[in-house]
């Protein structure tokens, strides 16, 4: 018989049964983690992707994003926090040792820049492919401007395994079809959007930043200043969320669908072929300059940005909406965490066994379609808490009644603890609650966010976010190379980097086509 649809314990209390039990263990996590090369003097660092580290177009763990100097490093999905924690430290201590005296950023927003020209565009060879990421990423620069590009985050990949997705459906006596399993995705989804105020909220640790960054722009907001260049909110969280950092006023209206697969896919695509007004002067190809893939809203689906996305792994040159229309999603990607300046590694591990417990209730909770005020909500209230969320008395919106973040949270919490006991009971530990409790003392006590203990060490030392961000970056440096490898080998990482630049010279000469042509195949298909 099926549970309850409507009932969020009916559906906690079928996670003691044995089937689910047995399953849950087998959920697997990878993580992205950003970091950008700076120079000893905390400088943005110039220098190119070493060979040493591969080739960033075809390395499966260590590649580039927006720009040369923004390092991006991936881990494979993997059950156990402490293996892809141990993974991720492996590829820390590589890249290490292969840059010199040069040293990884700790934290989300950008060290100094003396100015936007002097952030690198990533390069990734000659082939066509190369160069369509190399044209779409000044088309980013041309759209938003290089600074708000270098900012980095942490993406948390979450998946179930295939044995839970069957239990969950014979539950609810429908069958486990690709089409259902996406509505069951797109229900996590919907929650993790109402719910996201709280990802910064616990997570965000970017209340500050280098005033370089905003040179020449001007400022919105009531910024306090210290230190030598240091600008500050006193209350906020992530300014790496905020409009400061990843917006698109195009975007605002874009009004994307995540109610079903069908509709977010749909949604997607029409903003890819959208016309701007407003991008139209950037060339796309016109006397062989190209600024831009197209003139659209968006060139590709990459430069929609969500706190969370829907994933598939996509085959060599497949559109992600392809993907996902073609074999459905398979897992999440959350995309809302800052930089965790307090890890060596960018992330800890008490997050993943609350993210676990987070994601885990986004899916058992009820989850109304979205309409647009609710979109709508969801958004004001991320907004307010990534500027303010600390704020004493701070309102926010549930179900358009105002309500405290607090109380709102301690509402909240008390279901999370009860996931977390689920998951302790699965995996024969009690990490999970743990986890949840520690969390909660954010709630209780605001000054023990990530974002309160780093404002707090500025503010009593009245030293700038430069300063104390050069100091960490050489002390994760010195931790990092005195590691020993635990998963991945010196001589493993240098043959993936050798095999990777033989992979990257193969695809360039296998190009046939006129970069115009490749570039019209591509969005034809």
């Known amino acids: 018989m099926a549970i309850d649809p409507q009932t969020f314990s009916n559906r906690l209390s079928a996670l003691s049964q044995s089937q689910f039990q047995s399953s849950l263990p087998n959920i697997k996590h990878g993580v992205e983690r950003e970091a950008l090369r700076v120079n000893p003097n905390g400088g943005l660092a110039s220098s190119m992707h070493g060979d040493a580290l591969g080739a960033p177009l075809t390395h499966e763990s260590i590649t580039t994003d927006f720009s040369e100097s923004l390092m991006e490093f991936i881990t494979p999905p993997e059950k156990q926090a402490r293996v892809t924690l141990a993974q991720l430290a492996d590829i820390h201590k590589f890249v290490y040792d292969n840059i010199g005296e040069e040293r990884l950023w700790p934290m989300s927003m950008p060290c100094f820049v003396n100015k936007e020209t002097s952030i690198p565009i990533a390069r990734y060879g000659s082939s066509n492919v190369a160069k369509m990421k190399e044209v779409y990423r000044k088309g980013l620069h041309n759209r938003y401007g290089s600074m708000m590009q270098v900012i980095a985050g942490v993406h948390f990949n979450f998946s179930l395994p295939d044995e839970f997705w069957q239990a969950w459906c014979d539950l609810n006596e429908v069958e486990n079809t690709v089409e259902q399993r996406s509505a069951y995705h797109f229900d996590l989804i919907r929650n993790f959007r109402r719910l996201s105020w709280l990802i910064p909220y616990l997570y965000g640790a970017s209340p500050a930043l280098c005033q370089s960054f905003l040179a020449g722009k001007e400022q919105k907001f009531p910024f306090e200043k210290l230190g030598v260049g240091t600008l500050y909110l006193p209350y906020a969280t992530s300014l790496r969320m905020s409009d400061l950092g990843y917006t698109n006023s195009e975007q605002s209206s874009l009004n994307i669908c995540y109610n079903d697969l069908g509709s977010y896919v749909k949604s997607v695509r029409a903003a890819i072929n959208t016309p701007s007004e407003q991008y139209r002067a950037f060339p796309t190809g016109e006397n062989g300059q190209w600024e831009q893939l197209n003139d659209n809203v968006l060139q590709i689906e990459n430069e929609l940005y969500s706190p969370i996305r829907p994933k598939q792994v996509a085959k060599s040159l497949e559109k992600p909406s392809d993907a ?181 010279e193969q695809i360039e000469k296998s190009d046939t086509l006129d970069f115009a042509d490749f570039i019209e195949r591509y969005f034809a298909k």
């Not at 417990?357 to 058992?364: D, G, K, P, Q």
């Open 324 to 504: 996902l229309e073609d074999r459905g999603v398979s897992y999440i990607e959350v995309r809302a965490l800052d930089v965790n300046p307090f890890s060596p590694l960018g992330i800890e591990e008490n997050q993943f066994y609350f993210l676990d417990v987070f994601l885990l209730y986004c899916l058992l909770d009820e989850s109304p379609k979205f309409e647009q005020k609710a979109y709508e909500e969801s958004e004001a209230n991320l907004n307010k808490v990534v500027l303010e969320g600390r704020k004493p008395g701070l309102n926010l919106l549930r179900d358009k009644q105002e309500i405290s973040l607090a109380d709102w949270a301690e509402d909240l919490f008390g279901d999370l603890k009860q996931v977390a006991l689920i998951l302790d009971s699965a995996n024969g530990n009690e990490k999970y609650s743990a986890s949840v409790e520690k969390e909660f003392l954010k709630v209780k006590d605001p000054s023990q966010t990530p974002s309160a203990r780093w404002l707090n060490t500025l503010i009593e030392n009245n030293i700038d976010n430069s300063r104390i961000g050069l100091e960490l970056a050489l002390e994760y440096k010195k931790y990092a190379s005195g590691l020993d490898y635990l998963h991945i080998s010196e001589e493993d990482f240098k043959q993936q980097a050798r095999e990777s630049i033989a992979n990257r």
